[in-house]
């Protein structure tokens, strides 16, 4: 009797923890053709859209004319919710940036800066299956391209890597994403 109320207890108690747990099953996964090259997510823009930033740059030498260029980052839906029960991200997790020029001065506009056209779209996977280092980083040539090879090691990864707040992601820069992080721990 008394292994049959355990059983049942740890039954009951395994069924809870996987309810509660948070569910990537049916998350846009990353795709990929000839070996590494990423495949261009489709749809980014119904996903949560985690951030903002104008003007932020790794360089020293900032914009010499207007505030800088605008970034949107975008997150899988599951991503976000994964995060925001854990503090960390699932295997799978996909962030989109777009990247847009200002604009200002433009029909009725006389003060202020919008977002003008994209210039680049980049994307950062976390598949430590396909990728040594757990997280790779992507050019689509602002859409141009339909797949894409990582950036080296050295070109984005390590700067990530000693720079992002949470498992080399600029979290730091994503309001949305901090608050889910406090929230978490």
């Keep these: 009797m008394f292994v049959t109320r355990s059983a049942l ?3 009951f108690t395994l069924a809870l923890a996987a309810q509660d747990a948070p569910s990537t099953k049916t998350m846009t996964q990353p795709r990929y053709v000839e070996g590494k090259e990423l495949v261009q997510p489709a749809d980014y823009r ?3 859209f985690v951030g903002a930033s104008i003007g932020l740059s790794y360089s020293e030498s900032g914009s010499s004319t207007g505030p800088g260029r605008f970034h949107h980052v975008y997150i899988q839906p599951e ?5 925001a029960r854990t503090g960390r991200f699932p295997e799978g997790t996909i962030l989109v940036m777009e990247v847009h020029e200002p604009e200002q001065k433009v029909s009725i506009n006389r ?6 056209e994209r210039r680049a779209l980049e994307v950062a996977v976390k598949d ?6 757990g997280w790779a ?3 689509f040539a602002n859409g141009a391209k339909k797949s894409a090879r990582a950036f080296a090691k050295e070109m984005c990864f390590s700067c990530h890597r000693q720079h992002g707040a949470d498992d080399n992601v600029f979290t730091q820069f994503y309001p949305v994403l901090r608050g889910l992080k406090k929230k978490a721990n």
């Design 111 to 116: 003060q202020g800066y919008f977002e003008g």
């Design 128 to 133: 430590g299956e396909t990728f040594e280092e």
């Design 137 to 139: 980083y992507f050019d």
């Design 79 to 83: 991503a976000y919710r994964y995060f």
């Design 9 to 11: 207890a740890l039954s």
């Design 46 to 48: 119904t996903w949560v």
